[in-house]
């Protein structure tokens, strides 16, 4: 028998499954059934996702045996800390995005409420499961969905994006199937922990091949995390994608690196043999070159969509640097940072289309120009008297708008007060360690990263900003709905209470990453388990 | 009955090849043969397919046998025709165009299996509007030979059984 | 009131008192002044109340948690260094308050000026009673935040825009290097906390990091006062509203950097580094800015660069290493706060009566403003170094340094001179604010007839000039207890003799002070002709504009810099992005096994079987045939493919695996229709038969493209032999094996791994079909052909055969040379589902199951689309609703997993018993069953809906063309279709 | 036999990234439809090629790795299969969109200028 | 000797359908028209079924059928499909 | 080949002819679409395959697992009626658009279309 309790591990994933099925039954004709499905579906994950926080903070992982069939034998969904975080973020962004939708993104096209719904399913999955390529059916449900609502509402932009997107991912699929299928020829099992548990019995001879394949699977990884070189789909997707959509998004990149972190400490982690700490400064690498080149393209951007899909790069680069790091405390950083970005970014990417709105197109090559080619300059050869200057009264909606936007910005630059800033602390404090021995040549680098990144996108949304709320005439204010502000607001609000609760969320960060670097935590159950039903 | 069993000779066909595929006569089986026979003729029904009545059906063996006689026949013929050397080729291909006076959709239809199945002629076209069938033969010495040879040979056989 | 009380309401009230603020309404100035004025006299009594504690040399602190783990607490300190910035801060802050509530116009939406001013005053103090690094970098920051809106806060003009964000970049810029600097500092000294570090003095001077922290922190405290060469942003952050400049140059922002500096002089001074670095960028600054402010026709701009002047002073009076010049630099910082608020202030009352602050315009105000005029004139002499005047003491301290000090590098000889030099410009700027502004001729054209503010206007100046009157004549009594306080707080026991009064004696400082005082007078009469002249900005560095040079740095390095890296380091084209991609495979796989080494394994291979080689040198010529043609022969390459797609089915049956050879077979024939019907819509491209062969360049890449392409294969090619050649590991299939009959109730592994023991995998990849379906028939319902192919295929405007023709029993549903097609292929169809029953039935013992057999009944309704034509096919097959069977299909599969709970079994736990039924025997019944019949039905749905609605857009795209061409001719004809060889 | 699969993989594999990696959507697509062959087969072929064995196992038997093909990669490869299938017709579909909305089949929407 | 008669024979077969495969697989690539092509791939279909056919005997096993059943069933429509496309330039009006 | 030492030495004999010459055929039916000389011709060479070919392989499949299994094995029947419905579809339609494929191109070497239809 199975306690009640224990199906909680399965329902984010039946949850919006059932709700997506049933849209599909329920077709088209009726909207307003569809909505109500999605509410019931987002809130309870949302309930759901709290419960499964509470759940996992626990010294051992939870274990979930589908078909009742053994560990290592048949699919096991494993919770632990980090899986409750990303189901957590998960069903918040999911939650944001669906009501943000019901203002009118869901009617932009057919089959918006079951695809987001299947988009949901796909995250949790990827989070929960334990088996590696059960992970890749995940991913290709979470992809599939996200190829649908990156083309909702089509367009010539969506479509020549989306087309990039597919492509690339499929190519990104084929590469984790070539990973998965070596792993499977080499180790003989799927299951995490038991291939975890299997590294230091593999042959000396077999473990160039192992690794190759586990490389080539890092790659697949890499592509869905948008790491440099692999990662300039990222942008134009983001950019072109519908908001509730992008917003979904933000945390799709974050996938990859879950994917890392899970498949990388659980296989190279101490336990590993030969193997332990295999790749790390080829992470690291790539962390600090994409955090190099999302700096660059979030200067470069030209619209704040582009901007936001260049801050995602940097989000990703930061995380892939601080993993790379390969101590548990630099990862336990990285995790609140991860929890503040995609909240953060999420907001951001809402934000875009409701700032956009009613603005010109093409207003932001304008900006830049203006600034580059210094128009503006005859006013301050003339009088510099300040007395014509009397303060515009700024409408209650450009004012929300403009602080939600301050808020983001502060956010994803990791400025104070927010937890952005809070999060880098948490990253580069262990880096240098009160009182320790002098800090790595790569601690340097990764401390100049983060700073140097957060200084391009200040300085990038500043100019944005500025330009989209203070340069341009307060003519007619953007129609917003309170649907579509709630969710903005929402996301903001738990990036404050992040910002509040920084010891406890960090605990919580650091607890869940130290289970990752001490992967017995996670082998015991799962391998009990295997055992009992030997 | 109609509306039970819209179309009983077909269904007859389906119980047959299900009872092939699955290997057995056990009543497991022809119980749900005829389930599936009954089910596959109404959805043959849905699709409005013209109505099989097969008069003269005590012609059908020695139809059949000729066939078969036929068919080997004429794949020695395009056997030899294939293989022979590049050097020795008289013969010459063509195109014939043959007036029939069958009608029947089924009839026609066997008539296309018949001629096509046999090496050496391919049924490439119909005309309904005056009712003229284009055939490719492989070694056309004698054009009305064939056309005598599909109208006495099959088209009439065919249209005894068929209409 | 508890300490820890005192301190965080000190902090927190501001920032409350800020929320508030933004929530008034838009004109309710007299409640948001009122607001920010209690608040700012609250939080001064705040600190007078902390006066007792601290005099006696006590330190209030607060402590609480934040995040501990890190070291990072919300760690409030006041000492009494501390305690004299909490009053200046919280002081001026209400002063500036009373005044901007006159200064700013009736229609301002002041609120949010007060909100600003709030958060800024919180921000500041945050700053000053810091207990922990990290939270003083994190106020830091908040203040350059803070400061950025108030400056911008008439955001509509290109000034303040430009001139917040010039400051908030420079400041946050050195902001983060503070932070930096902080993150440094506490691993030198092992903690965060301010009390350590303020103890760590030798271990922080004597570690190998010393020097990276200096600069670090140097940078923040820096740009943050306004240093050269980072004082370009103060005079372009005028474009405040006065008040708010009065607050940022007097008592606040630019106050934060030396203050820092003056914090942890105790701990960072005293070393070489130190004074070249503080002193020199000090004295540089104290002259430059002092030079160019004589030049300023703009009495706030005027005013600016004196702040960056008298800035500059404090820190080189920092500089020097020497304890008594701490005490002179925490004492001009107190002046000066006086001083520079009651002339920023003053500068606003004249601008706000006469409506410019042009000097040049400006002349004789002291005959319309006289108390104003006497006001601004104590002032600007206490900027001037005028004796009984608190800026004449703390100059006199300065001389007194200069000629004292211990520099290194001969610059103690120069240093008297240039302190001499700098304070007769501060005269001279000084006389010309007055001399510009108040005396001269009655002034002529003004905007606004100039008369006096409003008393509470003036009130505030009148309290500064006051102070600086009395600070000025009996220092001791007045600044003595706190200087002495704050000084003692700093330096501990150290503090040296110093005498605070007004006559020293006859000494050098004092003739430094005459010289200075009657140089400045001279320069300035000098200048006259040169200042009355149109000519604008300062001699010799006119050129030298700092903020020009930002302005082109910053588009360089942020927009062109950015713009060209980014275009070499990323691409938005695809094929470059998947060249790396195919490339960062190959090489991360290839450079492992470069480094570990490895060559084929240990297995023997098994014999070669010539027929299927054979086979596959077909295949094989089939997949480089493909690869060869696909650019202008589109249809031969979908039908290599399409062989190549038949050979790997033969391989997988020749290697035991019928099942996959079942499905391969399928998804290869709807593959191949679902790409024909794509193919239509794709532009005609014909080889031009004369057509000079590629260029060069484009040679070359296919070069590299084919080296890639041969790497990739080889790579897998080499990739599976080494894997296929080694023993099998201790496989879970052994697993499979073991139970599949026994525990999944099947013959099929395969089918029982797939709808059982792995379910959870098939479960998933019916949803992505699912999920791929929808958004297929989503992305077509918006599909929009291209112009070029709406045209009809040339072949069906040239046989026009497709209309239906007339016979016997009415209109016939297809053209007569489909008619023998039609007849045999309706017939077909019962069949196909009969074989499609089959599959699925039997696919848990035997090869089949819920996919093939769902492909197989779409492939035959897809059949009858063909033949029969979309019209009459959906007239016929109404009942088919692609949608409902993928809805069924889904609830079917996920429904049969979650029956399970009801029994109290996980999830997908499945159920198998025999039943037996009379007549026909004993019957399996497996849940697995109903599974597999939700993923047939789902695959029958799911495919169905792509392809029709792929088959529909023909269907629209003939609608739209008969709109358009009613009569088609040949004119309009497309390139045959079919130019495919 | 072994050598024959890999090389089969290989050049499949090799066919099909050389045209993934040219300009034409629909050499694009045809290029996936290689490289997911290739891969099947390399999925296929981890879990060792066995000529003649059994596919089904005997009524109330228990299989073992003698005598049967690795049931696992077989289901991996199913699954492959079929997910491969759904994303080639999604991509058709949206190369279709794109040229329709783009006017050309350019796999970046518009011709590169030379 | 059935057991030797028979392999030699099925080997035998199976070369010979190999060879077949051969040849289609030259028209298949040279075409020169499409509909040769076409041609060949309907052979080819063809060819794989007996191939499968021979192969269930090779084996003794009986589950190859089904994959031979298959392509007699479903292979000609991916024929049809195409010699439509050639006909009408499009597969479903 | 262990299954085949249980078969009667005539059935092993009758098989293997069958096999032989239905492959026979399929291998002379390929030559045939290499050497004829033009599309229309080489439209009658795989029929050779699919018909006696076809038929003679299928046959041999009955036989062998007939006595293999001891049972009546025949579902090879339906191979059989299948390529006999499918096989004047496929050729019949491919026919036809090469047909009207010379038509278009203004290959005299093929009949011109029905009278009274537009071409
Ligand atoms: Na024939
Ligand atoms: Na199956």
């Known amino acids: 028998m199975t306690a009640w309790a224990d199906h909680l591990l399965v329902a984010p994933i039946v949850v919006p499954m059932m709700a997506g099925a049933a849209m599909v039954l329920a077709g088209n004709a009726r909207p307003s059934l569809l909505a109500g499905l999605g509410l019931v579906s987002t809130v309870l994950l949302l309930v759901l996702s709290a419960t499964l926080l509470v759940l996992a903070d626990a010294p051992e992982v939870r274990i979930y045996r589908l078909g009742n069939w053994p560990a290592s034998f048949g699919i096991v969904l494993a919770l632990d800390r980090l899986s409750a975080i990303m189901v957590a973020l998960t069903s918040v962004l999911g939650f944001a995005a669906f009501v943000f939708s019901l203002a009118r993104w869901h009617r932009a096209g057919t089959h918006f409420h079951p695809l987001f719904q299947f988009q949901l399913m796909g995250l949790n999955g990827a989070f929960l499961t334990g088996d590696l390529f059960n ?194 405390a630099v990862t336990g950083g990285a ?111 990764v401390m100049a990263a983060l700073i140097l990144s957060g200084l391009a996108t200040a300085i990038a949304m500043m100019r944005t900003g500025i330009d989209a709320f203070w340069a341009s005439p307060a003519g007619t204010p953007q129609r917003v709905s309170v649907l579509e502000f709630m969710p ?32 017995a935590d996670y082998l015991r159950p799962v391998l009990k388990a295997a055992e009992a039903a030997r | 009955m109609k509306r039970i069993l819209p179309h009983p000779l077909l269904a007859l066909v389906l119980l047959i090849a299900w009872l092939l595929l699955v290997g057995s006569i056990s009543p497991g089986a022809v119980l749900l043969g005829c389930l599936l026979a009954i089910g596959g003729a109404l959805a043959l029904a849905s699709l409005a397919p013209p109505r099989l009545r097969l008069r003269r059906l005590a012609l059908l063996p020695g139809l059949l046998r000729d066939v078969l006689v036929e068919v080997v026949r004429s794949n020695n013929a395009v056997a030899r025709i294939i293989l022979q050397p590049a050097a020795k080729t008289v013969r010459h291909s063509g195109f014939v165009r043959i007036p029939l006076d069958m009608r029947a959709p089924y009839g026609l239809a066997a008539l296309a299996c018949i001629l096509t199945a046999t090496p050496g002629t391919v049924w490439v076209d119909y005309d309904a509007a005056d009712g003229t069938m284009l055939l490719h033969v492989l070694d056309l010495s004698d054009e009305a030979e064939w056309v005598r040879i599909v109208k006495e040979r099959w088209e009439r056989r065919l249209m005894e059984i068929f209409e | 009131m508890p300490e820890t009380a005192l301190l965080l309401i000190l902090v927190a009230l501001p920032f409350a008192g800020s929320l508030v603020a933004g929530l008034l309404p838009t004109h309710a100035r007299n409640a948001a002044a009122a607001l920010a004025g209690g608040i700012a006299l609250t939080s001064l009594l705040l600190v007078w109340m902390a006066y007792p504690s601290v005099s006696a040399g006590g330190v209030l602190r607060a402590d609480i948690a934040w995040m501990p783990a890190l070291g990072l607490n919300l760690t409030l300190r006041m000492d009494g260094f501390a305690w004299l910035f909490a009053g200046l801060v919280t002081g001026i802050g209400a002063l500036v308050v009373l005044y901007a509530r006159y200064y ?76 930096a600097g902080m993150l440094v500092l506490g691993h030198i000294v092992g903690s965060y906390e301010v009390d350590a570090v303020l103890e760590a003095g030798n271990r922080i001077r004597e570690h190998p990091l010393y020097l990276p922290a200096l600069v670090f922190i140097l940078l923040g405290a820096l740009t943050k006062s306004a240093q050269f060469p980072f004082h370009f942003w103060l005079p372009n952050a005028m474009a405040a509203p006065t008040p708010v400049s009065a607050y940022l140059h007097s008592a606040t922002l630019v106050k934060a950097g030396v203050f820092l500096l003056a914090r942890f002089w105790p701990v960072m001074a005293g070393t070489e580094a130190w004074f070249l670095i503080v002193g020199t960028i000090g004295l540089v ?220 004696g006859l000494n050098l400082p004092l003739l430094m002070s005459v010289v200075a005082l009657a140089g400045g007078a001279a320069l300035y009469l000098s200048l006259q002709r040169l200042l009355r002249s149109e000519i604008e900005g300062e001699p010799l560095i006119r050129r030298l504009e700092g903020k020009r040079i930002f ?140 057509e000079r062969g590629p260029e060069v360049i484009t040679r070359a890449r296919r070069l590299r493209d084919l080296a890639l392409a041969a790497g990739a294969g080889g790579g897998m090619a080499a990739l599976s032999y080494a894997v296929m050649t080694r023993t099998p590991p201790d ?43 929808l958004a297929t028939y989503a992305l077509l319902r918006r599909f929009r052909p291209a112009p070029d192919s709406l045209v009809p295929p040339a072949q069906q405007l040239d046989q026009h055969a497709a209309e239906p023709v007339e016979a016997e029993g009415g209109t016939r549903p297809v053209a007569d040379w489909l008619l023998v097609p039609f007849t045999l292929t309706r017939l077909l169809f019962p069949v196909m589902a009969l074989v499609a029953v089959f599959l699925l039935l039997r696919g848990h013992d035997l090869p089949g199951g819920g996919f093939p057999a769902g492909m197989v009944v779409a492939i035959a309704v897809i059949l009858q689309y063909m033949i029969g034509g979309t019209a009459w096919t959906e007239e016929h097959l109404a009942w088919l609703r692609p949608r409902v069977w993928i809805g069924a299909g889904l609830l079917l599969a996920a429904g049969t997993g979650l029956a399970a709970l009801a029994f109290g079994k996980p999830f997908l736990t499945t159920y198998f018993a025999y039943v037996v039924l009379p007549v026909i025997g004993k019957v399996p019944v497996a849940s697995a069953l109903i599974f597999d019949i939700g993923v047939f039905a789902l695959v029958v749905g799911a495919t169905l809906l792509m392809l029709v609605a792929l088959a529909h857009q023909s269907v629209r795209g003939r609608r739209a063309t008969s709109r358009v061409l009613t009569k088609p001719s040949r004119a309009v004809r497309a390139p045959v279709a079919a130019g495919e060889d | 036999m072994e050598l024959v699969v890999a090389l089969a993989i290989g050049i499949l594999a090799g066919s099909g990234v050389w045209l993934l990696l040219r300009p034409r959507t629909f050499q694009v697509i045809i290029g996936l439809a290689l490289l997911s062959y290739a891969v099947n087969l390399f999925i296929f072929s981890t879990g060792g090629l066995r000529t003649g064995a059994d596919a089904i196992l005997r009524q109330g038997a228990a299989g073992t790795l003698a005598d049967f093909a690795d049931p696992v990669p077989q289901a991996l490869v199913l699954t492959a299969i079929v997910i491969g299938f759904a994303t080639t017709a999604l991509l058709l579909v949206v190369l279709l969109a794109a040229r329709g909305l783009t006017g050309t089949d350019h796999v970046d929407g518009r011709e590169r200028e030379q | 000797m059935s057991a030797v008669l028979l392999g030699w024979a099925v080997l035998m077969a199976q070369f010979l359908l190999a060879a077949a495969t051969g040849c289609v697989a030259v028209r298949l690539l040279r075409g020169p028209r499409a509909q040769d092509r076409v041609l060949a791939l309907d052979t080819l279909y063809l060819i794989a079924a007996m191939l499968l056919l021979v192969f269930g005997i090779r084996t003794g096993s009986p589950h190859y059928f089904e994959a031979a059943l298959l392509i007699a069933l479903l292979g000609f429509v991916s024929t049809a499909a195409l010699a439509k496309f050639l006909m009408r330039g499009e597969v479903i009006e | 080949m262990t299954y085949a030492t249980e078969l009667p030495a005539w059935a092993a004999l009758l098989i293997s002819l069958l096999l032989l010459l239905g492959s026979g055929l399929a291998f002379i039916g390929a030559i045939g679409l290499l050497r004829l000389k033009n599309f229309y011709e080489r439209v009658h060479a795989p029929t050779l395959g699919a018909t006696l070919g076809m038929g003679c392989v299928l046959m041999a499949s009955m036989l062998f697992f007939t006595l293999l299994q ?4 025949i579902h090879e029947l339906l191979i059989a009626a299948l390529v006999v419905v499918t096989t004047p579809v496929t050729l019949m339609l491919l026919t036809r658009a090469a047909l009207y494929r010379d038509r278009i191109e203004g290959n005299d070497t093929v009949p011109p279309p029905p009278t009274g239809k537009h071409q």
């Open chain 3, 285 to 504: 600054t104290m002259l430059l800015g002092a030079y160019v402010a004589i030049f300023q026709n703009d009495l706030k701009g005027l005013l600016a660069y004196s702040t960056i002047s008298h800035l500059g002073l404090i820190t080189l009076l920092l500089g020097l290493n020497s304890e008594l010049a701490l005490v002179a630099a925490v004492f001009h910082i107190l002046n000066h706060a006086a001083f520079k608020a009651s002339l920023f202030m003053a500068a606003g009352i004249i601008d706000h009566e006469t409506g410019t602050r042009d000097i040049r315009r400006l002349s004789g105000l002291n005959r319309a403003m006289p108390f104003t005029a006497r006001l601004a004139l104590v002032a600007a002499a206490a900027m001037a170094g005028v004796p009984l005047l608190n800026g004449f003491i703390s100059k006199e301290m300065f001389f007194a340094e200069a000629l004292s000090a211990d520099a290194p590098l001969g610059l103690a000889n120069i240093l008297p001179f240039v302190a001499m030099l700098g304070s007769a410009f501060s005269v001279a700027y000084s006389l010309r604010f007055i001399h510009g502004a108040f005396f001269g001729p009655d002034p002529v054209d003004l905007p606004r007839a100039p008369h006096e503010p409003a008393a509470w206007m003036r009130f505030p100046v009148e309290i500064l000039v006051l102070t600086c009157l009395g600070v000025g004549v009996l220092p001791a009594a007045t600044i003595g207890p706190f200087l002495d306080l704050a000084v003692r707080s700093v330096l501990g026991d150290d503090v040296p003799d110093y005498n605070l009064s007004v006559w020293h």
């Open chain 3, 104 to 179: 700013m116009a009736e229609e301002d939406p002041v609120p949010r000026i007060f909100a600003f001013l709030l958060a800024f005053m919180g921000a500041m103090t945050g700053v000053v009673i810091s207990g922990n690094l990290v939270q003083l970098a994190f106020f830091w920051e908040l203040t350059s935040l803070f400061s950025f809106l108030l400056i911008g806060y008439w955001h509509h003009t290109t000034t303040a825009r430009e001139g917040a964000r010039m400051a908030l970049t420079v400041t946050a810029t050195g902001g983060l290097a503070l932070f």
């Open chain 1, 488 to 519: 903005v607001a929402l996301l903001l609000t738990l990036c404050v209470a992040l910002t509040v609760a920084a010891g406890p969320a960090l605990d919580y960060a650091t607890a869940a990453a130290n289970a990752l670097y001490a992967p």
């Open chain 1, 335 to 445: 995790l609140l940072y991860l929890m503040g970005s995609v909240l953060a970014i999420g907001a951001l990417f809402l934000l875009v289309e409701l700032v956009e709105r009613g603005r010109d197109i093409g207003a932001d090559v304008l900006a830049v120009t203006r600034e580059a080619f210094g128009a503006g300059e005859d006013e301050e050869d003339g009088e510099p008297g300040e007395r014509d200057a009397v303060g515009v009264p700024i409408p209650a909606t450009v004012a929300t708008l403009g602080g939600s936007f301050l808020a983001c910005a502060l956010l994803i630059a990791g400025l104070p007060p927010l937890s952005g800033f809070l999060a880098k602390f948490a990253i580069l404090a262990p880096l240098f360690t009160p009182g320790g021995g002098l800090p790595s040549a790569l601690a340097w680098v």
């Open chain 3, 731 to 773: 496989l879970l299939a052994q697993d499979f094996l073991a139970r599949a009959y026994t525990e999944g109730g099947g013959t099929n592994v395969v089918n029982v791994t797939l709808v059982d023991f792995r379910g959870f995998d098939t479960l998933g990849e019916i949803f992505v079909v699912a999920a791929v379906a």
């Open chain 6, 70 to 73: 001891s049972r009546l094995v």
């Open chain 3, 551 to 690: 302005e082109r740095t910053m588009v360089f390095l942020s927009w062109r810099l950015a713009r060209r890296l980014e275009a070499v380091a990323g691409t938005r084209r695809l094929q470059p992005q998947l060249r790396l991609i195919v490339a960062a495979a190959f090489l991360a796989g290839g450079a492992v096994v470069w480094f570990r080494g490895f060559g084929p394994g240990n297995l023997p291979p098994s014999p070669i079987d010539p027929v299927l080689a054979s086979v596959w040198v077909v295949g094989g010529a089939c997949a480089l045939g493909a690869a060869t043609i696909a650019k202008f022969h589109r249809l031969a390459a979908l039908i290599l493919v399409g062989g190549a797609g038949l050979i790997v089915c033969i391989t997988f049956v020749w290697f035991s695996a019928p099942d996959l050879a079942l499905t391969q077979l399928t998804v290869e024939v709807v593959t191949t229709v679902l790409l024909l019907l794509g193919l239509r819509w794709l532009p005609k491209r014909v080889q031009v038969p004369g």
């Open chain 1, 135 to 328: 992970l890749f059916v995940f991913f290709e449900v979470m992809l599939a969905a996200s190829y649908g609502m990156t083309l909702h509402g089509s367009g010539v932009a969506r479509v020549r994006a989306g087309l990039h997107y597919i492509v690339i991912n499929l190519l990104a699929s084929l590469l984790f199937l070539i990973g998965v299928s070596v792993v499977y020829g080499i180790a003989g099992t799927l299951n995490m922990a038991d291939l975890a548990a299997r590294m230091q019995a593999v042959a000396a001879e077999d473990r160039a091949l192992l690794e190759a394949g586990l490389a080539v699977l890092g790659i697949a990884f890499l592509v869905k995390a948008a790491a440099w070189p692999l990662g300039f789909w990222l942008q134009g997707t983001y950019a072109a994608a519908s908001a509730p959509a992008a917003a979904a998004l933000s945390i799709l990149s974050k996938v990859g690196i879950y994917a890392v972190l899970r498949v990388w400490l659980l296989l190279f982690g101490t336990g590993a043999g030969a193997s332990a700490g295999f790749g790390t400064l080829p992470l690291t690498l790539i962390g600090l070159l994409t955090i190099a080149f999302g700096s660059v393209a979030v200067l470069a951007s030209q619209n704040l969509a582009r901007l936001a899909g260049a801050s995602v790069l940097i989000s990703s680069g930061t995380l892939l640097a601080a993993i790379g790091m390969n101590r548990a």
